[in-house]
């Protein structure tokens, strides 16, 4: 069965860190590009940051650059979000997602990956 599940998430205070994971069977994230979303309550699910496959390539939204830095681990099929200087805002399921073309140059739409983890929830308290 072909799947994604992210890890990580939790509660923490703001201005602290949080590393969110990303593994998948069934796709070899080293081949394909990985990207970022969240939704908070009440809203839209938002891109956050993608990596291309060959990890040449990065992309953030402007409301985590610099804070968020996205980067694959190829020997555990990983890819790992580092979370830093958190703020409530940044409050929302986080969820992981892949596309199944490699060589895509789109990555901050939903509608360019077939992949999704079920999420998981990140709390930011004042």
């Known amino acids: 069965q072909v799947q994604v599940v992210e890890s990580g998430g939790g509660l923490v205070q703001s201005g602290g860190s949080l590393t969110l994971s990303c593994t998948a069977s069934g796709r070899n994230l080293s081949r394909y590009p990985v990207g970022w979303f969240r939704q908070a309550p009440g809203k839209e699910r938002e891109f956050v940051a993608a990596?291309?496959?060959?990890?040449?390539?990065?992309y953030y939204a402007n409301s985590v650059k610099g804070r968020f830095t996205i980067s694959k681990d190829n020997a555990k099929n990983m890819v790992n979000l580092q979370m830093n200087n958190l703020t409530p805002v940044d409050t929302a399921v986080y969820y992981c997602?892949?596309?199944?073309?490699?060589?895509?140059?789109?990555?901050?739409?939903?509608?360019?990956?077939?992949?999704w983890g079920q999420g998981t929830h990140v709390t930011v308290s004042s």
């Open positions: 997602a892949t596309q199944d073309r490699r060589f895509s140059n789109t990555y901050a739409s939903p509608d360019d990956y077939d992949l």
């Open positions: 990596i291309s496959w060959s990890t040449t390539y990065s």
